[in-house]
Nanobody, 114 residues
């Protein structure tokens, strides 16, 4: 059974940093493109970044230069380092296998506010 557990969210002031983690189990983690997604209040969930099994990242324009996605295949864990955070980065952050219809986990709440 696939299980993806997000952690590391919190409250931070604008300009601050957060790092969120995604621990995977029940999948052959090293073979999948993985993604970070977020859902802002009253908005649809959106893709933020993806990373290939070999570690090649891609980002949406709104986070380029500020966010860094990474993964440790041996630990079956993925990370999202978020710097220079803005209030519009506020939302629940989810991880998932990119391109698959896999159930969503609970996510982790990140709030950027002064």
């Amino acid at each position: 059974q696939v299980q993806l557990v997000e952690s590391g969210g919190g409250l931070v002031q604008p300009g601050g940093s957060l790092r969120v983690s995604c621990a995977a189990s029940g999948i052959s983690f090293r073979t999948y493109v993985m993604g970070w997604y977020r859902q802002a209040p009253a908005k649809q969930r959106e893709l933020v970044a993806t990373i290939t099994p070999g570690g090649v990242p891609r980002y949406v324009d709104s986070v380029k230069g500020r966010f860094t996605i990474s993964r440790d295949n041996a630990k079956m864990t993925m990370y999202l380092q978020m710097n220079s955070l803005k209030p519009e980065d506020t939302g629940v952050y989810f991880c998932n296998i990119h391109g698959y219809n896999n159930p969503w986990g609970q996510g982790t709440q990140d709030t950027v506010s002064s």
